[in-house]
């Protein structure tokens, strides 16, 4: 189970990798990607112990709320630069920001044949 879940973590950080400047994913949204579509949760979980160099910033909740404890502002920060931009009631506007993970079979075909 443990060899399982660090791949999967490993998954969730080579889509985080490559999520566009000025876009975001949700949680879901990167599970459903991988196709474990009710494993939202386990990327939350691999994202609180995500790597630094990673976006990080660039992973939201699905209606374009923040998540970060204490780090959300500078995730909000970090978007703003981005050219991100956030509804009157402080989410990020998925309608406009969503990545449509374009490219991203390439990116995980590459990964299984590396690591899997």
Known sequence: MRF???TFFA???AVVS???YGTVASYGQIARMLG???AAREV???M???PEELPWQRVVKADGS???GVHAQIRRARLIEEGVTFLPDGRVDMETHRWNGESIEDLLYEFNETYV
């Open 4 to 6: 399982r879940r660090v």
């Open 11 to 13: 998954q969730i950080y």
């Open 18 to 20: 490559v999520i566009p």
């Open 36 to 38: 474990r579509p009710r």
């Open 44 to 46: 939350g979980w691999a």
């Open 48 to 50: 609180s112990n995500c």
């Open 66 to 68: 923040i998540t970060g």
